[in-house]
């Protein structure tokens, strides 16, 4: 009986990075463009739309409501889920020419918003990504953040 040796280029390596494709696009899984309108965001507009966001409630708290930290998160969680299901974006997202969109199911924009922001509040989910460059509040929620 002959016993296949595995090699060490068999096993791969967190060094090596996630696996990918050659020639792959991200976003094309969940029927986005490769480049323009529509297409997956940049990352780093992502987090910075983040800051704007919370900065901005910060500023509100501080004017309003004596910079209270539960005040900060029930801000930025209330300006989330009312921007994102009337407008499609968070004023942080809207500075930055993003759009938070739709890509699978039928669930209102109000239902995705909710899902959504409570997975971004939960922050794990914000760090995990999958090869379409969503993060997993995206994936969840059946959303993807695009460029305007």
Known sequence: MVVPVIERKDLG??????????GYVKGSAIGLPADGPGAVAP???????????????????????????????????????L???????T??????RLRVMPVRGRTPMIGRAVVRTALILLLLP???????AQPLHDAAAGTAVVTV
Request: hydrophobic fraction near 60%.
């Open 13 to 22: 390596s967190w060094i090596d990075g996630a696996p990918h494709e050659e």
């Open 43 to 81: 990352f780093w507009r992502r987090p910075l739309s983040t800051v704007i966001d919370w900065a901005l409630c910060m500023l509100i708290s501080a004017l309003f409501l004596e910079g209270d930290a539960l005040a900060n998160l029930l801000l930025f969680a209330s300006m989330n889920v």
């Open 83 to 89: 921007f994102l299901t009337l407008f499609g974006a």
């Open 91 to 96: 004023p942080g997202q809207f500075v930055l």
């Open 126 to 132: 914000a760090v995990i990504w999958n090869r379409d």
